[in-house]
T-cell receptor, first 111, second 110 residues
Framework: NAGVTQTPKFRVLKTGQSMTLLCAQD?????MYWYRQDPGMGLRLIHY???????AKGEVPDGYNVSRLKKQNFLLGLESAAPSQTSVYFC??????????FGPGTRLTVT | TQLLEQSPQFLSIQEGENLTVYCNSS?????LQWYRQEPGEGPVLLVT?????EVKKLKRLTFQFGDARKDSSLHITAAQPGDTGLYLC??????????FGAGTQVVVTP
């Protein structure tokens, strides 16, 4: 099993550009999450999904959209990137809503 | 606003010493997890505690869940340099949300 994979690993965007981060898991997990991690802030939940076709807002959803069209994929979109969205983004998945498995992260810089 | 408060934020100790990290909240959790994260990597799950008052041991690490399921502690005995990392607690709510504390950076020097 590949576990949780994220694409891309690094990205630099200019303010106003858009992009999509892709997360894939091959463990048939129901729950999938997108977090961002900033120094001194820990991990903050952006959006999450409890199953295929479902999404829900987390702590910091503004400026992001997500989709879970297939059970194994969870996409995070930034429609108009802002410097405040510079961060490390982690995708994660789990069978139950605990004990989640994280991907390796995507480091995003918005200039 | 962080629902889970971790303390201390930073801890630097010598090899062989003991340390305790705390995780507190005003909310009741259905379960609580502890993770360790190393630079450039995602967090890795150490343990999940579910029952109030539960104590779990993982080699030199002891995890305790408070009776009211609002707080937890992580105790490391005879710390080693390999224990260096960012320790994160995370609380699970009904409905699938999992929220994290800000983390405690632990540095163990030889």
């Amino acid at each position: 099993n590949a576990g949780v994979t994220q694409t891309p690993k690094f990205r630099v965007l200019k303010t106003g550009q858009s992009m999509t981060l892709l997360c894939a898991q091959d463990m048939n997990h129901e729950y999938m999450y997108w977090y961002r991690q900033d120094p001194g802030m820990g991990l903050r939940l952006i959006h999450y999904s409890v199953g295929e076709g479902t999404t829900a807002k987390g702590e910091v959803p503004d400026g992001y959209n997500v989709s879970r069209l297939k059970k194994q994929n969870f996409l995070l979109g930034l429609e108009s990137a802002a410097p405040s969205q510079t961060s490390v983004y982690f995708c994660a998945s789990s069978y139950l809503p605990s004990g989640i498995l994280f991907g390796p992260g995507t480091r995003l810089t918005v200039t | 606003t962080q629902l889970l408060e971790q303390s201390p934020q930073f801890l630097s100790i010598q090899e062989g010493e003991n340390l305790t990290v705390y995780c507190n909240s005003s909310s009741v959790f259905s379960s609580l997890q502890w993770y360790r994260q190393e630079p450039g990597e995602g967090p890795v799950l150490l343990v999940t505690v579910v029952t109030g008052g539960e104590v779990k041991k993982l080699k030199r690490l002891t995890f305790q869940f408070g009776d009211a399921r609002k707080d937890s502690s992580l105790h490391i005995t005879a710390a080693q340099p390999g224990d260096t990392g960012l320790y994160l607690c995370a609380g699970s709510f009904r409905g699938g949300k999992l929220q994290f504390g800000a983390g405690t950076q632990v540095v163990v020097t030889p």
